[in-house]
T-cell receptor, first 114, second 111 residues
Framework: DGGITQSPKYLFRKEGQNVTLSCEQN?????MYWYRQDPGQGLRLIYY???????QKGDIAEGYSVSREKKESFPLTVTSAQKNPTAFYLC?????????????FGPGTRLTVL | DAKTTQPPSMDCAEGRAANLPCNHS???????VYWYRQIHSQGPQYIIH???NNETNEMASLIITEDRKSSTLILPHATLRDTAVYYC????????????FGAGTQVVVTP
């Protein structure tokens, strides 16, 4: 089955530790995205990548880093510089390079920093 | 990009039509209207989108007013599985980084 996988579903880390969230897609989509969602709120864009080896900051990129070495993979690292990292993280992809392409989302990773 | 305004919540009886409004009074001519929904603790799911004309698919219908300043998403026969947060979004083809999800409308379908 084609889709987006995110792992793990739940992640716990101690304050001050970096943590990397996985996002893999087998849809052959060009563009991939990372969003953050806090309780009762909408999604906020962290980073996006239109093609391999290229990515752009979204609205809340501070304290996060990404890489896009392969078309199917777009891992997100939450660094110790992120002041309030506890949140629900969602990865998405679109088939082409237009921002109006339908976004397909993964199941999300819930990160809790203790 | 145009901002959208949606009611924070609404209830709907199972089997009845659910009509979800969205105001986008500052929408420009090249901005599309998109609807997504998010069931609790899952990733959002695409529902439908349109530019000027009304659209229908297997999930819903989208009615856009002639002046394009508002739209309505219609779920024709709501089921309990339609309970979710529904997001109305407007964007252009060059809106990279602007695909913004607001707070949406929490729809609760009751038996």
């Amino acid at each position: 089955d084609g889709g987006i996988t995110q792992s793990p579903k739940y992640l716990f880390r101690k304050e001050g530790q970096n943590v990397t969230l996985s996002c893999e897609q087998n849809l052959n989509h060009d563009a991939m995205y990372w969003y953050r969602q806090d309780p009762g709120q909408g999604l906020r864009l962290i980073y996006y990548s239109q093609i391999v080896n290229d990515f752009q900051k979204g609205d809340i990129a501070e304290g996060y880093s990404v890489s896009r070495e392969k078309k199917e993979s777009f891992p997100l690292t939450v660094t110790s510089a992120q002041k309030n990292p506890t949140a629900f993280y969602l990865c998405a992809s679109t088939v082409g390079g237009s921002s109006t392409d339908t976004q397909y989302f993964g199941p999300g990773t819930r990160l809790t920093v203790l | 990009d145009a901002k959208t305004t949606q009611p924070p919540s609404m209830d709907c009886a199972e089997g009845r039509a659910a009509n979800l409004p969205c105001n986008h009074s500052t929408i420009s001519g090249n901005e599309y209207v998109y609807w997504y929904r998010q069931i609790h603790s899952q990733g959002p799911q695409y529902i439908i989108h349109g530019l000027k004309n009304n659209e229908t698919n297997e999930m819903a219908s989208l009615i856009i007013t002639e002046d394009r300043k508002s739209s309505t998403l219609i779920l024709p026969h709501a089921t309990l599985r339609d309970t979710a947060v529904y997001y109305c979004i407007v964007l252009t083809t060059d809106s990279w980084g602007k695909f913004q999800f607001g707070a949406g409308t929490q729809v609760v379908v009751t038996p």
